[in-house]
């Protein structure tokens, strides 16, 4: 797949998904998250002289609710670009199979592609060694389905899988879900990478060195991780609730983006 053509006046981008692109973790000055896709935006509004962004992603949402809610209103906007991750929160279901949101991730891009927008998907991140690593087949199962769909389709694909710098600990939040602002930093370049974006930066730079901890600072953190996250998430997935109950999208129309300053 070639890169984003560039050569042109204004671009219309729609992000569509769950709290991977909604940006949970990575809080910004206005109060809302930011995220990888508003940092992505505003690397493309540095290239294109108009860049016109909506972000219809909604944190909690199964792959199903996505589809129903937002991409309607993304095939009604006619982007020229459009970023679509999800399936995540269902394959975290338990009974959870990898066909069925492969089946549906495979109707929105079709929808998606027969209008004319450019498509980027995503596969995970290697979850080998993190606390979700016994679902791995089950992931790696999905993300598959996700190559095959990009091909099939003519789609960019970021692969995150590949990125060593997001299996580090400070990539990731207080919750060990969603990425931290830097996990979120380096996510915006990889995409810029994979659509021949310029911009400044290596999404898998190096780590600084970890300076040595405390005895016992790991299983503290681990037993307090387990208290503020892992109980309240089970909690809600027991009672049927989501983080995302009442959340609306926080760009539902699109507006222009002022160029990336510097980061």
């Not at 909690?60 to 906007?77: C, F, W």
């Not at 692969?159 to 380096?186: I, N, V």
């Not at 310029?198 to 208290?227: I, Q, T």
């Amino acid at each position: 797949m070639t890169g984003l053509d560039l050569d042109r006046s204004t671009l219309t981008y729609v992000a569509i998904g769950d709290s991977f692109t909604e940006g949970v973790g990575d809080p910004g000055p206005d109060g809302r998250f930011r995220g990888w896709a508003d940092r992505f935006a505003e690397h493309l509004a540095g290239q294109v002289p108009e860049v016109r962004y909506a972000n219809l992603a909604v944190r909690g949402k199964l792959i199903r609710q996505i589809i129903t809610d937002q991409l309607p209103r993304a095939l009604e906007l006619r982007p020229d670009l459009a970023t679509l991750c999800a399936g995540g929160n269902d394959l975290l279901r338990p009974g959870a199979r990898p066909e069925p949101p492969a089946r549906i991730l495979e109707h929105a891009v079709r929808r998606l592609r027969a209008q004319g927008t450019e498509v980027v998907l995503f596969t995970g991140v290697n979850i080998a060694g993190g606390y979700m690593r016994a679902r791995i087949g089950l992931f790696a199962r999905f993300y598959l389905d996700v190559r095959s769909i990009a091909d099939r389709y003519g789609c960019h694909l970021v692969d995150q899988w590949s990125m060593t710098a997001l299996t580090d600990p400070r990539a990731w939040d207080a919750d060990r879900l969603h990425m931290s602002p830097e996990g979120h930093r380096r996510l915006a370049l990889k995409v810029c990478r994979a659509l021949g974006v310029p911009a400044d930066g290596d999404p898998d730079a190096p780590w600084p060195p970890v300076p040595p901890s405390a005895p016992g600072r790991a299983r503290r953190e681990n037993l307090r991780w387990a208290r503020e996250y892992l109980v309240p998430w089970i909690g809600r997935r027991l009672t049927g609730r989501s983080s995302g109950d009442g959340v609306t999208a926080k760009r539902p129309d699109p507006a222009p983006v002022p160029p990336a300053a510097g980061e």
